[in-house]
């Protein structure tokens, strides 16, 4: 059995995890590889969690892994974090089994360094706090391509664009999500992402060639346009898409994005130092809501058509 540390030191040079993490990242898998009942613990949820088509991480194997806090007296977000990078080192060689690309296994691991990040400066705990998340991941049901991450999915609706393609309910598109990379999303990007969709799902395209990509996300607000400059790549971002729903909350359960451990600060006493933060500060302290939306995009290979 590869013990654990060796699992981190694996995936350490993939994801580009941040310095300031590696010594405490090192310390907890080594607390847990030294004590050998939770050591098989870990090893035996790793091995049954993979087994087949990994599934239910969040109701069902994670709960599992309060033994291991237990016994370590490791935060429930750091444990988790390990788990999932045990589990990744088989997904690699799924990955190389099926002749996937390593650089889309990579951005797998430049995925676990985002949600690192966010935990830290989130909750100031090195570990994740979203691990469940990874479902997608480890059934192969997700992939990162480029800047953004894709899966499978079913349109919810039958749908006419206002340039008329038409889309019926359980049409087998793609659906889409933005990490936090910390990079723009820029036109050149946003393209390069969409063609390599293209590409790796050829499947999924409609009988004209189209490839339906839809996306629900905070980041498709149409009051963005009100909060926000037109040069904005968040505006552009959602010129990509036909928004075909939206609505408010009450709560913006998404604060955390913009303003990571600052969310947890009153409104005015949440910095405005970027646009994007300032146009969210101006526009909730005047009383409005904030929501989400809804859209969806089709590409040919080259280009979006509308």
Same mark, same amino acid.
């Given at each position: 059995?590869?013990?654990?540390?060796?699992?981190?030191?694996?995936?350490?040079?993939?994801?580009? =995890?941040?310095?300031?993490?590696?010594?405490?990242?090192?310390?907890?898998?080594?607390? $847990?590889?030294?004590?050998?009942?939770?050591?098989?613990?870990?090893?035996?949820?790793?091995?049954?969690?993979?087994?087949?088509?990994? +599934?239910?991480?969040?109701?069902?194997?994670? %709960?599992?892994?309060?033994?291991?806090?237990?016994?370590?007296?490791?935060?429930?977000?750091?444990?988790?974090?390990?788990?999932?990078?045990?589990?990744?080192?088989?997904?690699?060689?799924?990955?190389?089994?099926?002749?996937?690309?390593?650089?889309?296994?990579?951005?797998?691991?430049?995925? /676990? +360094?985002?949600?690192?990040?966010?935990?830290?400066?989130?909750?100031?705990?090195?570990?994740?706090?979203?691990?469940?998340?990874?479902?997608? /991941?480890?059934?192969?049901?997700?992939?990162?391509?480029?800047? =953004?991450?894709?899966?499978?999915?079913?349109?919810?609706?039958?749908?006419?664009?206002?340039?008329?393609?038409? $889309?019926?309910?359980?049409?087998?598109?793609?659906?889409?999500?933005?990490?936090?990379?910390?990079? !723009?999303?820029?036109?050149? $990007?946003?393209?390069? !992402?969409?063609?390599?969709?293209?590409?790796?799902?050829?499947?999924?395209?409609?009988?004209?060639?189209?490839?339906?990509?839809?996306? !629900?996300?905070?980041?498709?607000? %149409?009051?963005? +346009?009100?909060?926000? %400059?037109?040069?904005?790549?968040?505006?552009?971002?959602?010129? &990509? /898409?036909?928004?075909?729903?939206?609505?408010?909350?009450?709560?913006?359960?998404?604060?955390?994005?913009?303003?990571?451990?600052? !969310?947890?600060? %009153?409104?005015?006493?949440?910095?405005? &130092?970027?646009?994007?933060?300032?146009?969210?500060?101006?526009?909730?302290?005047?009383?409005?809501?904030?929501?989400?939306? +809804?859209?969806?995009?089709?590409?040919?290979?080259?280009?979006?058509?509308?």
């Amino acid at each position: 059995m590869t013990v654990l540390s060796e699992h981190f030191l694996n995936m350490e040079k993939w994801g580009d =995890f941040p310095e300031s993490s590696l010594e405490e990242i090192n310390n907890a898998a080594k607390l $847990i590889d030294e004590n050998p009942d939770v050591s098989k613990l870990f090893s035996k949820l790793v091995k049954k969690y993979m087994s087949a088509h990994p +599934r239910h991480l969040g109701s069902i194997y994670l %709960p599992q892994l309060k033994a291991v806090e237990k016994s370590t007296g490791l935060h429930e977000y750091t444990v988790n974090f390990l788990y999932i990078m045990a589990c990744s080192e088989i997904l690699h060689e799924r990955y190389k089994e099926k002749g996937i690309d390593e650089e889309i296994f990579r951005g797998i691991a430049k995925d /676990f +360094r985002c949600k690192l990040i966010e935990c830290i400066e989130c909750e100031r705990v090195t570990g994740t706090f979203v691990a469940d998340w990874n479902d997608g /991941f480890f059934s192969m049901n997700r992939f990162p391509l480029g800047r =953004f991450q894709f899966e499978y999915s079913d349109f919810d609706r039958n749908y006419i664009t206002e340039g008329g393609i038409k $889309i019926k309910r359980g049409q087998k598109c793609l659906n889409m999500h933005i990490p936090s990379l910390g990079t !723009s999303i820029t036109d050149d $990007i946003r393209l390069d !992402s969409y063609k390599r969709a293209y590409d790796f799902f050829p499947g999924v395209r409609m009988k004209n060639g189209l490839l339906p990509v839809q996306c !629900s996300s905070w980041l498709l607000f %149409p009051a963005h +346009r009100q909060m926000l %400059p037109e040069t904005s790549n968040i505006i552009k971002f959602m010129n &990509d /898409f036909e928004i075909y729903e939206s609505k408010t909350r009450d709560n913006f359960n998404d604060d955390w994005r913009i303003w990571g451990h600052y !969310s947890d600060l %009153p409104l005015e006493e949440r910095p405005a &130092d970027t646009s994007l933060r300032k146009g969210y500060k101006d526009w909730m302290m005047a009383g409005n809501k904030t929501g989400y939306g +809804r859209g969806i995009l089709f590409f040919d290979g080259e280009k979006i058509v509308k």
